[in-house]
């Protein structure tokens, strides 16, 4: 960090219909630092860098480059100023190498106006060597680790001459080791003086890789401070404006009778010979490295793939589910790690989405009935805390915490009581984290048994029971939590337990 302010903010308003997203926002950046972007989910974080990557026109308020006012009105413009953003849904091309990737719509030619294959692989190996990725350039990018597509965005970043880059949850689905070499990246940017705005919910990990923080909330400039002169407790604090008290807290429940049984699932090349059981009143954690079959085990008991072995008894009776409606019938929710592309419809209302697995008890004569869809909706709309002026609001308008409130109302109208939470907390902010997990120990408390899949270790700790640790697509051990930590869970997680 050189001191030498780059770009600044100032009185950034942003309206949308009902909704005040921004409210007299500034914020500024300085060349060669990380400068992280705080607040709870709906705080304003992400309107405010769409608006600085062109994707919206604000409502008011100026942005100076470099000392120069611009008027930013696309995201073509945007990154022909050196803006470049990084989705934490990376935009990537599966099908395509990572250098056609890196220069998409702006292939070098050749004088019959056919691209220069040499000439692009040429030129995105040397961008990728300079970030020292170790990725070939000719590879598809289905083949590449999800770190790996963090990688070939920040290559097509630097192939534009970003100066400025915007990296929204870069971590929220890397494991230590991804992070580890993600962090070594962002520092080789730093030195070169990219400056970067970097957005996260993870708070241990700003600390290791901010400089300066800016903290939003209820779309409003709460504060900016130097990392190294704050803790955890007060960036919460300015996060939230209330104490959450225990970040993890966890209520036991005795266990009750066995709700669910597997036995010898397997799925050939992905699960092997996995049994398990569940009880009433019990969360049953699930640990393991990505490509471990974690997610792979919820959407087999889910009836979402199909399993070539095993069965399944719910309440001590054999029940075959081989597809998600039959695990609905025998109330089983699955609350996925893709919230936006498997677990809503971002074109429909919350009323619709909460609604949509219980459309039976809704129907009468074949006929809808709206005023009934919307009590029930409002009613967990109020008891989740969803922030939305009203039900009819379009879930893709909602935040990724409120997105997130919406899916859990979902399955819970579903009167579920087998709830598999795949990566529950992924991309929200603390203050939503602990309601969740208090809506978790509810939950419990009424009879429901949870089996929750999570990366976040903490977690896993702060509110599972029992935890089952998986290995190449193999349950390899189980211990309480009580006698569990961190480094032997990850012994077990990569096959050294």
């Not at 002169?229 to 009778?257: A, F, W």
Request: net charge neutral; charged share 25%; with cysteine.
């Amino acid at each position: 960090m050189n001191g030498k302010v780059i770009l600044q903010m100032r009185h950034i308003s942003q309206r949308f219909p009902g909704v005040v997203a921004l409210d007299d926002v500034q914020f500024d950046l300085q060349a060669g630092e990380v400068h992280v972007l705080l607040g709870e989910n709906g705080a304003g974080k992400s309107t405010l860098v769409k608006i600085l990557s062109g994707a919206y026109l604000r409502s008011s308020g100026q942005i100076f480059l470099d000392g120069e006012e611009i008027d930013l009105r696309t995201p073509r413009q945007a990154q022909a100023l050196g803006i470049s953003i990084i989705y934490q849904e990376l935009n990537l091309v599966p099908q395509l190498s990572a250098a056609a990737n890196i220069f998409l719509g702006r292939e070098p030619r050749l004088w019959a106006g056919l691209i220069d294959q040499k000439k692009m692989n040429r030129d995105a190996q040397a961008l990728l060597d300079q970030l020292h990725t170790g990725i070939d350039a000719r590879r598809r990018i289905s083949t590449l680790s999800v770190a790996q597509q963090q990688m070939v965005e920040v290559a097509k970043a630097l192939s534009m001459h970003a100066r400025i880059l915007i990296m929204d949850e870069p971590t929220s689905a890397l494991t230590e080791q991804e992070i580890a070499e993600l962090f070594a990246l962002i520092r080789r940017l730093k030195a070169q003086g990219v400056a970067i705005i970097y957005i996260s919910h993870r708070l241990e990990e700003l600390f290791e890789i901010g400089d300066r923080v800016t903290i939003l909330r209820d779309g409003k400039y709460i504060a900016t401070r130097k990392l190294h002169e704050i803790d955890t407790s007060e960036l919460i604090r300015l996060m939230v404006n209330r104490d959450l008290g225990d970040h993890y807290p966890k209520v036991p429940s005795p266990p009750g009778e066995e709700l669910l049984r597997v036995d010898g699932l397997s799925r050939r090349g992905v699960l092997h010979d996995i049994s398990l059981t569940l009880h009433r009143g019990e969360v049953v954690g699930v640990a393991g490295l990505l490509g471990s079959g974690r997610t792979e085990l919820a959407r087999a008991i889910f009836g979402a793939d199909p399993i070539d072995a095993g069965k399944l008894f719910i309440k001590g009776h054999p029940v075959k589910i081989n597809r998600p409606a039959a695990a609905i019938r025998n109330r089983i929710a699955y609350l996925s790690e893709d919230r936006k592309s498997q677990g809503l419809v971002l074109h429909l209302s919350i009323k619709d989405n909460i609604c949509l697995p219980s459309l039976e008890r809704f129907a009468r004569l074949g006929w809808i009935r709206r005023n009934a869809e919307q009590e029930v909706a409002g009613a967990f709309v109020q008891k989740l805390r969803i922030r939305t002026p009203d039900v009819n609001q379009q879930v893709r308008y909602l935040s990724g915490g409120n997105q997130q409130k919406v899916v859990l109302s979902k399955w819970l109208c579903s009167q579920a009581d087998i709830l598999l939470f795949d990566e529950p907390t992924r991309g929200i902010d603390v203050g939503a984290k602990v309601e969740i997990y208090q809506l978790m120990n509810q939950l419990t408390a009424d009879g429901a048994a949870i089996l929750m899949i999570s990366s976040d270790l903490p977690e896993m700790l702060g509110m599972s029971d029992r935890i089952l640790v998986m290995c190449r697509g193999r349950l390899v051990a189980e211990c309480a939590t009580r006698n569990a930590t961190q480094e032997r869970i990850l012994q077990y997680a990569l096959g050294e337990g």
